[in-house]
């Protein structure tokens, strides 16, 4: 298995924003596993404002959810989250997060 992560960090009033996979990332995914005789995967990891996403998901099957553009978006609406959630061949993960103590701005 050889794995691609994608990752984005969305600050608090951007939660729910797509993350961007330039379709040119799914060539360079398929030759590097070929090199390594490795199948391709993507990790999708997005770190919103109080919980981070993990998906990881088949090359092929991400393909699936491609709409052809010159950028594939991974949508992280509500609506695109259900769907993710009741898709087998995704595997999702979430950490919950809260913090108490951090640096503050001056």
Known sequence: M???VKSRSRAEGTEGSYISIPNDN????E???QAFNCVPY???VSDEKDKVYVFILSMSHLRKYSNGKKVFAWQMTPKHLERYYKDKEIIIFEFNYKNHNWWNKK
């Open 26 to 29: 799914f060539d360079k995914v």
């Open 31 to 33: 030759k590097a596993c």
């Open 42 to 44: 993507f990790a999708i």
């Open 2 to 4: 050889g794995i691609s």
